[in-house]
């Protein structure tokens, strides 16, 4: 079988072809999907890609699902997992209305809601403020939901605190020397833009090249959105599928979508395609 984990970050298995445009580890193969992918037309059995979509601008992600379409055999499997817009949105009205009334709870879940709408599309520095939340949360403030907040980032929250934890040698040595290579490459091209065009355009630079770092999200989707992209694209026997569900062989022994049992990513839409 051969199996493709599209835009992986850390989760990945060996037993799939795992790309990402900055590689975690060596298991990792770089590359840039919005160049496509990189392999012959139906040569795969499954491609899956969590949380990505969103990452891309409207015309790079219905690229991406035309490559996985492409490369995919009659029969291939395509599973999709992205931030599910429909419940970040009634989430966020549903804890608006509860905050006007000065529940406490809902007050802190609306903060958290707004995060997850506004400053996952919209920071301009690594984490943003999804990020300092995230570590006053870690503080035990007692104005902050914990278990709300858990119950939408799931296993992922450990992961982030586990990051966090990493000694600056560990830091360093989880990077590639290409990685190294490239921002030196970066801080020269920043000197020069900042003595030719002055410090708003350095910053623009800046913000520029974070805008294109894959961290930020691009669009969302809803279960009628990223169907309609599916069924646009040729793919059929599209469904809604929980995280433990799927078509895929085997998939939960991969712990992709799950970690130990647990939902790896709960604020999700977890959607299924086949290619006929
Ligand atoms: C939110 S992370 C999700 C990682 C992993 N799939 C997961 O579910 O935990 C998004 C990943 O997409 C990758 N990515 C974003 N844009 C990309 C691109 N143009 N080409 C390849 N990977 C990309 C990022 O580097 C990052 O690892």
């Known amino acids: 079988m051969k199996l493709v984990n599209i835009g992986c970050g850390q989760t990945l298995h060996p037993d799939w072809i795992n790309l990402d445009l900055v590689p975690s580890s060596p298991a990792v193969r770089s590359f840039d999907i919005r160049r496509g992918l990189p392999f012959a037309e139906r040569t795969c059995d499954v491609c899956y890609s969590s949380h990505v979509l969103e990452h891309l601008q ?111 040698w560990q830091k360093i040595q989880s990077k590639q020397p290409t990685w190294y290579l490239q921002k030196i490459r970066v801080k020269i091209a920043e000197l020069f833009v900042l003595l030719i065009a002055g410090k708003q355009a350095q910053e623009g630079f800046q913000e520029g090249l974070f805008r294109n770092s894959g961290e930020l999200h691009r669009w969302m989707y809803d279960r009628f959105s990223l169907q309609q992209l599916l069924s646009q694209t040729g793919f059929i026997k599209i469904q809604v599928c929980q995280a433990t569900e799927s078509r895929i062989p085997n998939f939960n022994h991969f712990e992709l979508d799950t970690l130990q049992g647990q939902i790896r990513k709960p604020d999700s839409l977890f959607m299924e395609a086949v290619k006929p």
């Open 58 to 168: 409207p015309a790079q992600a219905s690229f991406l699902i035309t490559e996985t379409f492409r490369v995919l055999k009659p029969g291939g499997i395509l599973r999709i997992v992205v931030p599910d817009l429909e419940q970040i949105a009634r989430l966020y009205l549903a804890s608006l209305e509860q905050s006007l009334s000065g529940d406490s709870q809902a007050i802190a879940q609306l903060d958290w809601m707004r995060l997850e709408l506004l400053d996952q599309m919209t920071r301009t520095q690594a984490g943003g403020e999804m990020g300092k939340y995230l570590d006053r949360l870690n503080d035990q403030n007692p104005d902050l939901d914990k278990a709300f907040v858990r119950s939408r980032m799931g296993a992922e929250i450990d992961n982030y605190y586990q990051a966090k934890k990493l000694t600056r």
